[in-house]
């Protein structure tokens, strides 16, 4: 698919993305942040009995030092390597006409860019599309690949001798997102950035007076229970605020490893047909992971939103 004649090939590409360089080292930024929150925050699941079914924790496959290395680790540095080096042959050499990888890319960050600015505005997608757009491509990518004949089905584990089939136990590969150390690495990469976004958009003060600032012009023997008022539902925002790690984290992990489990137990259903029953909801889960890389970028283009935007006669209108 090409752009229209009056659309130069990689005047976009480049008026979205210069300098280039800048944007795929704020990309290899965000990218190598997240893998080393989720290596150094671990969010360990409880232990439980062994049982059949995908395990709510990442297996450790090595050691360097004192980091242990999970089969999800290593998911997520495969899928980050070829999203890099996909954009970088994408854009290695920008065409007039565009055709093959740079018109993907340009199609996928062009349509990124203008749904986001129909969002949150232009001004502030100027500032973050750098964010929204790596964590969007990313989640994608590890989605779909954790549906990748192998991943969660290659690795060390036992024969059960009642019926002669093999069990893995600690599988090679896992889906990423399947693990929660990961979402919740990319929720708190998030909420930290929201902060700096918010203080540059806002001010300390702003934002202050943005969560507990009475709304409105009030005025009279109303004005003090209104200050009241406000200041509580300011208590319960901040309260919200904290909150948002936590819901975005669990709604993606949750959303995957429901997935994955349920392929699990449509392969095992019938053991003769275990490569045939599960084919219909493969295509399903490729819908799943997308649409949940697409309400994780919403939900966090929105909550920056609310923090960052001004009032209506400020607002550039486009």
Same mark, same amino acid.
């Given at each position: 698919?090409?752009?229209p004649?009056?659309?130069k090939s990689?005047?976009?590409?480049? *008026?979205?993305?210069?300098p280039?360089?800048?944007?795929?080292?704020?990309? $290899?930024?965000l990218l /190598?942040?997240?893998?080393?929150a989720c290596?150094?925050?671990?969010?360990?699941?409880?232990?439980?009995v062994?049982?059949?079914?995908?395990?709510?924790?990442?297996a450790p496959? !090595?050691?360097?030092?004192?980091? /242990?290395?999970?089969?999800?680790?290593?998911? @997520?540095?495969i899928?980050?390597?070829?999203?890099?080096?996909?954009?970088?042959?994408a854009t290695?050499?920008?065409?007039?006409?565009?055709?093959? /990888?740079q018109?993907?890319?340009?199609?996928?960050?062009? %349509? $990124?860019?203008?749904?986001?600015?129909?969002?949150?505005?232009r001004?502030?997608?100027?500032?973050?599309f750098?964010f929204?757009a790596?964590?969007f491509?990313?989640?994608?990518?590890t989605n779909w690949?954790?549906?990748?004949?192998?991943v969660g089905?290659? %690795?060390?584990g036992h024969?059960?001798?009642? =019926?002669?089939?093999? *069990?893995?136990?600690?599988? $090679?590969?896992r889906g990423?997102?399947?693990?929660l150390?990961?979402?919740f690495?990319?929720?708190?990469?998030?909420?930290?950035l929201?902060?700096?976004w918010?203080?540059?958009?806002?001010?300390?003060?702003?934002?202050i007076l943005?969560?507990?600032?009475p709304k409105?012009?009030? @005025?009279?023997?109303?004005?003090?229970?209104?200050?009241?008022?406000f200041?509580?539902?300011?208590?319960?925002?901040?309260?919200?605020i904290? !909150?948002?790690?936590? @819901? $975005?984290?669990?709604?993606?992990? %949750?959303?995957?490893?429901?997935?994955? =489990?349920?392929?699990? @137990?449509?392969?095992?259903?019938?053991p003769?047909?275990s490569w045939?029953?599960?084919?219909p !909801?493969y295509?399903?889960?490729?819908?799943?992971?997308?649409?949940q890389?697409?309400?994780f970028?919403?939900? =966090?283009a929105?909550? =920056?939103?609310?923090?960052?935007?001004?009032?209506?006669?400020h607002?550039? *209108?486009?």
């Amino acid at each position: 698919m090409a752009f229209p004649p009056q659309v130069k090939s990689g005047f976009r590409l480049q *008026h979205l993305m210069l300098p280039r360089h800048c944007f795929l080292r704020r990309t $290899l930024a965000l990218l /190598a942040l997240v893998i080393f929150a989720c290596a150094s925050v671990p969010v360990q699941a409880a232990e439980t009995v062994e049982h059949e079914g995908v395990s709510l924790k990442a297996a450790p496959l !090595f050691e360097i030092g004192k980091l /242990a290395v999970t089969n999800s680790m290593v998911a @997520s540095w495969i899928a980050a390597v070829a999203v890099i080096i996909f954009a970088q042959m994408a854009t290695r050499k920008i065409q007039t006409v565009p055709s093959g /990888a740079q018109n993907f890319w340009e199609w996928m960050v062009e %349509g $990124l860019y203008n749904f986001l600015e129909s969002i949150i505005g232009r001004d502030l997608v100027k500032k973050t599309f750098w964010f929204f757009a790596t964590i969007f491509i990313f989640i994608l990518f590890t989605n779909w690949a954790g549906l990748i004949p192998g991943v969660g089905t290659i %690795g060390w584990g036992h024969r059960d001798p009642a =019926t002669g089939l093999f *069990h893995i136990d600690r599988p $090679l590969f896992r889906g990423a997102n399947a693990d929660l150390n990961m979402t919740f690495a990319m929720a708190a990469v998030f909420f930290v950035l929201w902060i700096i976004w918010a203080i540059q958009a806002q001010g300390v003060g702003g934002v202050i007076l943005h969560l507990f600032g009475p709304k409105g012009e009030t @005025s009279g023997f109303m004005k003090i229970p209104l200050i009241i008022i406000f200041f509580l539902v300011g208590l319960l925002e901040v309260v919200s605020i904290l !909150f948002r790690p936590i @819901s $975005l984290s669990f709604r993606l992990f %949750g959303n995957i490893y429901a997935g994955e =489990t349920m392929l699990e @137990s449509m392969s095992n259903l019938v053991p003769s047909l275990s490569w045939l029953i599960p084919i219909p !909801f493969y295509f399903m889960e490729l819908l799943v992971g997308l649409v949940q890389a697409l309400v994780f970028m919403l939900l =966090t283009a929105v909550f =920056t939103l609310l923090i960052a935007q001004h009032e209506p006669e400020h607002e550039v *209108h486009h």
